[in-house]
C-alpha cells in the first residue's frame, strides 16, 4: 500500500508544470524497447482476405493491426474501461492514480488500477512485471518517452498488437479469428466487451477454459458502458445473451503449400499477396479429401484451377491433407515431376494439324505397328482398324498417335511443349516415341498451363499466383487448337455430371501410377492428378473413373454451369472426309519400319495377352484378313502348314505361355503372346 501511495504522489507531482520540465532529461534520455515487433507473416487471397498465417519465433500468434482495421464501439470500449483520457494525457494519468490510491486507502487494497494504455504498452514492450515498484517506475518512464517520441495513433496500434488474451494469443487480430473466427472490423457488443476485458487476467478468463470467469468479466465490462454512454441498456440486455465461444478456433489453414512456396521465395516479405480465391480454394481443399474416402491407402490428389484468359491460378490444392505420414500430404502434387499419360495427346494432334499433316476427319490407322524395335498398343489391347482422326483422339488410341509423333518428330514435340511454357523432363539425352503416350516428366500446373493455352488458340499462357510479365508465344495455330478443342468437348462427361461445353481429356500413366484429368471451358481451366506421390502403381486406377468425376465437380463448384467454347477462326476448314485434299483424307506414315496394310492377316482369336483355361490339349484359333494358305507358329515352330481355312485347331498344346504367329502366302504376319494354364 505505500509503494501504491508513492506512486500516486509521483504521479501527482509529474502533473506539475515545474516536474515536468525538470524530469525532461529523465525521459529524454530513456532508451526505449525496440518498437518494430516481429509479427505473423500472412498470405492473403485476392480480395484481402487470410488464408494462412504463421506464428511468429516463440510459437505466438501475433497478427499485424492497425486501428483503422479495428471496429469503432470495440475501441471506444476500450478506452472508456480502460484509459478515458488517452488522448489528453502525456503518458501518465495522474487524475486517475490519485482516485487509485484513494480508493485504495479507503478500501484497504487496491480497488482499480492507474495504469494507462501507454503505460501496459510500455509493460508489454518489456514484457515486465505489473507488481515491483521498480518495474512500475520504469513504465512510467517508457511510457512518458513514448508519448514523446511517437504518435497516440501508434501507441494504440502497439496496443492492439501485444495485448494478451490467453496462451499463445497477442494482438486483437489474433484474438477475434481464435475466439469468433472473424477479422475484428464488425464486432457485436458482446464479443466487443469479451475483448475489453479478457486482457486484464488472461489466463484466468479464458473462456475456452474459464468460462464462467470470463462471462462475469464480460459483464462488468457491459455494465461500465452504459454508465460510461457507449452502450444503451437495450444493447447490453442484448448482448448479456450472447454465448460465451467454448473453443479456440483454428487459425486459417488455406492453400497450405503455395503458402509455404511464397514464404521460402519471398523470406523478407511480411505479407503476401496472391491470386487465389478464399471460397473456391476452401471448397476445392474439401473436395480433394472426399475424393480420397474409400480409396487405396497412400493415395493424394492434387487440384488446380486457374483463369485461362488471365493465367491466373485461383485454387491450387497440393494434397488430400497436409499432413505427414505414409499419404505425404505435405508434397504439393501439383509441382511434383510425373507422366502425364493420354493427356499430351491433344498437344499432338494439334501439331499434326498445324504442319498439315491431318485434318479431324482424315482417316488414320489403328492397326500393329513397330517404330524399329518400340511396338506401342493400345490401353484395352484391341486395334479399330481404319477411322477418323477425331474419333481416335476421343478415343485416346495409342498406335495412331504414335505414328503421327513418329512424323512431326519428339524434338519437335517437346520444343512446342517448352513453347507452351511447360518445363518438360527427358530421361536420356534424345526425346523418343514414348514422349507421346507420358515418357515425359511434367508438372501439374505445366500441364493445366498447356490446356490454357489450348483454350487461348494456340498461344502460351503461364499461369501465375500474382502480376505476370510473361510474353504470350504462339505454340500451334489458332485453328488446330480450336479443332482439338471442339474434338474433346464432343466426349460424354462422366455419370452425373453437369453437362455443357467442356473440352477435357483424361490420361492414365503406366503402370497406374497417375491418373489424370484436365479440361477448359471459355474462361476457366481446371487439372487433376490422383495417384501415390512415391509413384508406386495403384492396380486398376484409371484417369476417366477416377479423376474425370473429381474434374467436372471441381467446375460445378466453381460455377453454376459451363460458359460456351469459343467460334471457330476464320480459317478453320469444316468440310468432311470425301472434301478434303486429297493428301489429307489418309494419314500414312512414310518412316515406320513396318506397318501392316489394311489387308493383312489378324489374329481374332486368341486375343493379346489372353489367359485361356483348355479342357484338352486342343486351341482353337481364329483370324481375319490375309492370303490363304496359312502357317500356325506356336514359339516359332511351325504346327500346321497349308491351312486356307480362318479357323483352325491347334493339337498338343501345353501349359505356359505361348507366343502365337500366323503368315499368310504373302508373308505377312500377326501374332500374340498368352498363357495357357
Known sequence: MKRYALFGLVALLWSGAALRDMGAAWVSSTVLPELTLEQSVEVRDRNGDLLRAYTVADGRWRLPVKHEQVDARFLRMLLAYEDKRFYQHAGVDGTAMVRALAQALRNGKI???????????????????????????????????????????????????????????????????????????????????????????????????????????????????????????????????????????????????????MRQQNPDHQRHNVSLDRALQSQLQDLAQQALIGLPERMSIAILAADHTTGEILASVGSGGYLPGRGQGFVDMTQALRSPGSTLKPLVYALGMDQGLIHPETLIDDRPIAFGSYAPQNFDGQYRGELKVAEALRLSLNIPVVALVEEIGPPRLVAAMQRAGMTPVIAGR????????????????????????????????????????????????????????????????????????????????????????????????????????????????????????????????????????????????????????????????????????????????????????????????????????????????????????????????????????????????????????
Request: aromatic share 6%; glycine share 12%.
Open 111 to 261: 480497488v482499480s488500477g492507474g495504469s494507462t494504455l501507454t503505460m501496459q504498452v510500455a509493460r508489454l514492450l518489456e514484457e515486465g512485471s505489473t507488481g515491483a515498484w521498480s518495474g512500475k517506475l520504469r513504465q512510467i518512464r517508457v511510457a512518458l518517452a513514448l508519448e514523446q517520441r511517437i504518435s497516440k495513433a501508434e501507441i494504440l496500434d502497439l496496443y492492439l498488437s501485444l495485448a494478451p488474451y490467453g496462451g499463445n494469443i497477442e494482438g486483437v487480430r489474433a484474438a477475434t479469428l481464435s475466439y469468433f473466427g472473424k477479422e475484428p472490423a464488425r464486432l457485436t457488443p458482446a464479443q466487443a466487451a469479451l475483448l475489453v476485458a479478457l486482457p486484464q487476467a488472461p489466463e484466468g478468463r479464458r473462456p475456452d477454459r474459464h468460462p464462467d470467469r470470463a462471462l462475469a468479466a464480460r459483464e462488468r465490462v457491459l455494465h461500465r458502458m452504459v454508465a460510461a454512454q457507449v452502450l444503451t441498456a437495450e444493447n447490453v440486455e442484448g448482448a448479456t445473451r450472447d454465448p460465451i465461444p467454448n473453443q479456440r478456433l483454428s487459425f486459417p489453414a488455406l492453400a497450405p503449400h503455395v503458402a509455404d512456396r
Open 430 to 677: 534424345e526425346p523418343g516415341l514414348a514422349v507421346a503416350l507420358g515418357g515425359v516428366g511434367v508438372t501439374l500446373q505445366d500441364l493445366v498451363g498447356l490446356y490454357a493455352g489450348l483454350a487461348q488458340g494456340g498461344r502460351s499462357q503461364t499461369l501465375h499466383l500474382g502480376d505476370s510479365l510473361e510474353t504470350k508465344v504462339r505454340f500451334v495455330g489458332a485453328a488446330p487448337a480450336w479443332q482439338v478443342g471442339h474434338i474433346l468437348s464432343g466426349l460424354l462427361p462422366p455419370k452425373g455430371a453437369i453437362t455443357g461445353d467442356l473440352a477435357y481429356k483424361t490420361g492414365t500413366s503406366y503402370g497406374h501410377r497417375d491418373a489424370w484429368a484436365v479440361g477448359y471451358d471459355g474462361t476457366h481451366v481446371i487439372g487433376v492428378w490422383m495417384g501415390r506421390p512415391d509413384g508406386t502403381p495403384v492396380p486398376g486406377v484409371f484417369g476417366g473413373d477416377l479423376a474425370a468425376p473429381v474434374l467436372f465437380e471441381s467446375f460445378g463448384r466453381l460455377k453454376p454451369r459451363f460458359e460456351p467454347l469459343p467460334v471457330p477462326p476464320p480459317d478453320t476448314l469444316l468440310v468432311r472426309t470425301a472434301q478434303l485434299p486429297q493428301a489429307l483424307q489418309r494419314f500414312r506414315s512414310r518412316h515406320a519400319v513396318f506397318q501392316a496394310a489394311p489387308d493383312a492377316p489378324k489374329l481374332a482369336f486368341p486375343p493379346d495377352g489372353a489367359a485361356l483355361e483348355l479342357e484338352a490339349d486342343r486351341l482353337v484359333v481364329k483370324l481375319r484378313d490375309g492370303a490363304p494358305p496359312f502357317t500356325w507358329l506356336a514359339n516359332g515352330v511351325p504346327v500346321l502348314t497349308g491351312v486356307h481355312r480362318r479357323e483352325a485347331e491347334l493339337d498338343g498344346v501345353g501349359a505356359g505361355f505361348m507366343r502365337l504367329t500366323v503368315i499368310d502366302a504373302e508373308g505377312r504376319s500377326d501374332r500374340v503372346q498368352i498363357r495357357i494354364d
